[in-house]
Structure formats: C-alpha cells, structure tokens
C-alpha cells in the first residue's frame, strides 16, 4: 500500500520548513551569509541540525532559497511598477528608486544579497535575479523609447544592464557592513536614505531621457 500523508503532517512538515527559512534569513540579515550556519539555523528555529538536512540537502541549497524568497519579492514590486499607470520615464525612476529604499531598509541582508562573498551556487541565483530584474527595467525602457520619451540610439538591452548594474554598485558601498557613514538618528537615516534613492533614480534616468522631454522637465519644475 502507497504511503500518504495526512494533511496534518504535510502542514507540520512545511511548518517546520517555513521556521528553517524565517531562521536562516533573520541570521542572514543580522551577520550574513557566515551567520547561518546549519547549527545556528537549526538552534534558531528550535529544531536539531539534522532535521535542517531533512528540508534542505546542503547549506547552498538552504541559501539559495533565502535568496530565491527575498529576490522574487522584490521582482514582484519592481513588475507591480512596471504595470502602473505612469509614463516609462517616471515608472523608471521610481523602480530605481524603490528598489535602493528598501535596500536600505535592511542593509545588513541587502549586501548579502547583491555583494557578499560567498559560494559559486549563491552567485548563480544571484545572476538568475538580477537578469529578472533587468527584464521588468528592459520593459520600461522598450516602452520609454517607443513612445520617444528615451533616447533610440541605445539599445535597450545595454541600457538595462547598464542601469541595473549602476544602482546595485552605487548600493555597494552604504549597504556595507564596513560602512561607518550611517546616521545614528532615524530620521537622519530616513532622510539620508532618500537623498541616495534620489541620487541613483536621477542618475539611472538622466542618461535615457530624450533631450526634448528632458526640456519639458526643467519647464514644468520651473512652472
């Protein structure tokens, strides 16, 4: 006879998995990817180390999908941009500029996710994301350039991956563990992570801008 499992037991095993992620993606925020070690995830999520090994075959596999979770949410909010009703040129600029703020949000994961050493399977998960981001930016400047709202000289493959890697190294440095820069107060660091979200969108954006829209910017804002 063919074993099933009850309902009750598939909803205790995808607990138990859900507690090993939540475990291993709060270590990985507050120490990075060296944080979540298997014990520490184990002891973290009130479980032994080798019950870990029954959800997860290897620490790369139990990385990846930490980053796979927080990396498809992001994705997400980027894509719900994409389909708004604004023009290319202002989605464009609040993607970027979303993206760096909740970055900054959790700085200590952010690195982990975008910058930190680590093993060669983490990287490729990585890679596999930030090419997903760069299709939902690809999208908008497609659009951007079929309506003449940004330059048609670029391709806009290149400038996808031009604009997707500029705001993740312009990121690098006050995502960084090494950092000292950050403000104590909150409302400095409020304030300070808006300035840099301000920065990176304006600059992501100036480069594609059609001159002549350009124009018709510094009109309205003078207006």
């Not at 019950?51 to 719900?80: G, H, I, M």
């Not at 992570?193 to 059609?210: N, R």
Request: net charge neutral; charged share 20%.
């Amino acid at each position: 006879m063919v074993y099933r499992q009850t309902k009750a037991v598939e909803a205790r095993l995808l607990d138990n998995r859900t507690r090993i992620l939540k475990a291993a993606r709060e270590l990985v925020s507050e120490g990075g990817w060296s944080a979540a070690q298997i014990a520490s995830v184990a002891a973290a999520a009130g479980m032994a180390t080798g019950n870990v090994y029954r959800y997860f075959a290897s620490k790369a596999d139990l990385y990846s999908e930490v980053l796979s979770n927080v990396s498809q949410r992001e994705v997400d909010v980027l894509q719900a941009i994409a389909s708004s009703p604004e023009s290319p040129v202002d989605r464009l600029r609040t993607a970027v500029s979303t993206f760096v703020q909740r970055a900054m949000h959790n700085p200590r994961l952010a690195y982990a996710l975008i910058a930190e050493p680590c093993e060669r399977a983490i990287d490729e998960v990585r890679l596999k994301y930030r090419a997903a981001i760069s299709e939902v930016i690809l999208s908008m400047i497609a659009e951007g350039q079929d309506l003449g709202m940004m330059r048609r000289d670029i391709p806009s493959e290149v400038a996808a991956t031009f604009i997707v890697g500029g705001f993740m190294e312009g990121l690098i440095g006050p995502l960084s563990p090494l950092n000292a820069d950050t403000p104590d107060s909150v409302e400095d660091r409020k304030r300070a992570t808006a300035d840099l979200a301000t920065s990176i969108a304006t600059l992501a954006c100036s480069s594609l801008v059609a001159s002549h829209c350009a124009a018709q910017a510094v009109k309205d804002s003078m207006a």
